[in-house]
């Protein structure tokens, strides 16, 4: 019996094969997400793994900043609650958008792109800093000595 | 079509390149930090090497230094991945994924050394009010 004598009651009779019905989900044999074309990729679920994980650290990490920030400003150490603050700050918008890339669809690389963005401000702010703690150290260091010196 | 073939686009290159070049500069200035402090905690248990309290001053120090060792060389690593998205084809986001594990891998020690460091110092400081 097939789909054209079928009876006109009754359960209908399985279909063979249609068509018109969407591509069945497979999943890609090497593991990978699913690159959609026009510059879309979207991750699977492993690599969400991954992602979901970065964006709990990432804002671990910026509360702590963020809660270093409160205690200094507790203190009156304006600077280093300002550094804090912006840097914990960057941090919450980078796991922000990497749980977005986890949560959303067909916006995966944009929210990335963003992530990375705004992880990589935080970096270059953090070097800076670092620089010029160190260059700031090194010419109290270098006065100090000077003094020294002068004063032998 | 497959997630394996992705390419990113140069809009976006330009950004895992800026990140690449910040993840290694970054990961540089830790190790830097992590090897200045762990030759200072040896000078220290070496000239101090009579006195409990200056060999576990030092001692102390090597301990801190671990942190910026490892988070440096992660982001080195990281910077490394993302330099490679960037520069070969064919295997963008295997390189990208890399990349964010080692990010992780390095925001996670930071976490935990920042967790530890806050406790110890808590405990340093109770343990300093209770013996006064």
Known sequence: ???????????????????????????????GGSNLGLGM??????????????ATW??????ILLVQAVLQLVQIAIFGALANGAMGTMLILTSGALRKVVSTQGQDVPYLMKALSNFSNM????????????ALIGGIAALVVVAKLAGA | MNGNDYEFAPHEDIVIGAMATRAKLWGYLSLIAGGLMTLIGVGVM???????????????????????????YSYVSA??????????????????????????????????????AFCVGFGL?????VSR
């Open chain 1, 123 to 134: 970096l270059l702010f953090r070097s800076i800093l670092f620089l010029l703690a160190i």
């Open chain 1, 58 to 63: 990432t804002l671990a990490l910026g509360i």
């Open chain 1, 41 to 54: 990729y979207e991750f699977d679920a492993a690599q969400n793994r991954i992602l979901r994980s970065a």
């Open chain 1, 1 to 31: 019996m097939n789909q054209y004598n079928a009876p006109a009651y009754g359960s209908p009779a399985p279909q063979p094969h249609n068509p018109y019905q969407p591509p069945a989900n497979v999943p890609f044999p090497m593991g």
């Open chain 2, 125 to 129: 400081g109770v343990y300093s009010a």
């Open chain 2, 46 to 72: 070496v000239v101090m090497r009579g006195d409990a309290k200056g060999v576990g001053a030092g001692g102390a120090l090597l301990a801190i230094a671990l942190a910026p060792a490892i988070s440096g």
């Open chain 2, 79 to 116: 910077g490394g991945a993302m330099r490679r998205v960037v520069t070969s084809s064919g295997d963008d986001i295997s390189h990208m994924m890399s990349a964010i594990s080692s990010l992780r891998s390095a925001v996670r020690v930071e976490v935990i050394a920042s967790v530890l």
